[in-house]
């Protein structure tokens, strides 16, 4: 888990060094450090818990740390749908932010597409409203993260985008 959280963490940094919004790129900082010191304190106390052994009060510590951090992460997720929304500047030739820069490409071109379907293919009301219930709901980051599958050892250090991998196929 707590290495899990220095990808994000990594992920975040990235995102907020070529995003084109100020504001975007300032709450995407923000979240990444929360992550960061969360996946810190997740850290020291899984290590003393290992030390002290089974007991209520260091299990209860550290699920809560552990819930902790996935709510980081989720916020982490969200300021990044919001970069990428505003818009990323040309990553430089680094292989792992061109990987980034295109897995957010990606799921940018899905939201769109998501959202053109919509409202060619949308149900309305009697008063033109679209309606709401049965709408499949929008892309996010955290549901493409969640779809990828299971972690390997596996997987290429550094796969090529263009052949459908990405950096969250590595590391989530």
């Not at 819930?67 to 929304?85: D, F, I, K, Y």
């Not at 409202?119 to 309606?131: H, T, W, Y």
């Not at 997987?155 to 052949?163: D, E, G």
């Amino acid at each position: 888990m707590v290495s899990d959280g220095q990808v994000v963490v990594k992920f975040g940094n990235i995102l907020a060094k070529h995003c084109m919004d100020q504001r975007c790129s300032t709450e995407l900082l923000s979240a990444t450090e929360h992550t960061q010191s969360i996946s810190s304190q997740l850290a020291i106390v899984a290590r003393v818990k290992a030390v002290t052994g089974e007991s209520k009060a260091s299990s209860e510590l550290l699920l809560s740390n552990v819930q902790n951090l996935n709510q980081a992460v989720q916020h982490v997720l969200r300021a990044a749908e919001a970069a990428c929304v505003k818009g990323l500047g040309q990553p430089p030739a680094d292989p792992e932010e061109e990987e980034i820069a295109a897995f957010c490409q990606q799921w940018r071109k899905n939201l769109t597409e998501h959202r053109t379907k919509e409202v060619l293919n949308s149900n309305r009301d009697e008063l033109g409203l679209r309606k709401t219930q049965g709408v499949k709901a929008e892309p996010t980051l955290m549901s493409l993260v969640q779809e990828q599958p299971s972690w390997s050892s596996n997987i290429p250090k550094h796969p090529n985008p263009r052949k459908g991998h990405t950096v969250i196929d590595r590391h989530l």
